[in-house]
């Protein structure tokens, strides 16, 4: 579970603690690492669609852009 969270993280180019603090805001019911779970199983999920994977595609392309003017081409928050 941690190491896919940590690939989220670095994929999206966020830090652990804004991905679980927006995961706590957003959970209803369920203790946040049932929260964490369903968050990493529904972040894969779309990623798995054609969508998704084109939208992977842009930010991957979007981030190389970015390292290559010295910038991380992602916003957290």
């Known amino acids: 579970m941690w190491?896919?969270?940590l690939e989220i993280c670095s994929r999206e180019g966020r830090s652990i603690h804004d991905v679980c603090t927006e995961i706590d805001r957003q959970r209803q019911q369920s203790g946040l690492?049932?929260?964490?779970?369903?968050?990493i199983l529904n972040y894969f999920r779309e990623a798995a669609t054609e969508e998704g994977h084109a939208r992977a595609a842009q930010r991957r392309a979007q981030?190389?852009?970015?390292?290559?003017?010295?910038?991380?081409?992602?916003?957290?928050?």
Do not use: P, Y
């Not at 690492?33 to 968050?39: D, L, Q």
């Open 33 to 39: 690492t049932a929260g964490v779970r369903v968050f």
């Open 63 to 77: 981030g190389a852009r970015a390292s290559a003017r010295g910038t991380t081409g992602f916003q957290s928050g």
């Open 3 to 5: 190491d896919a969270l």
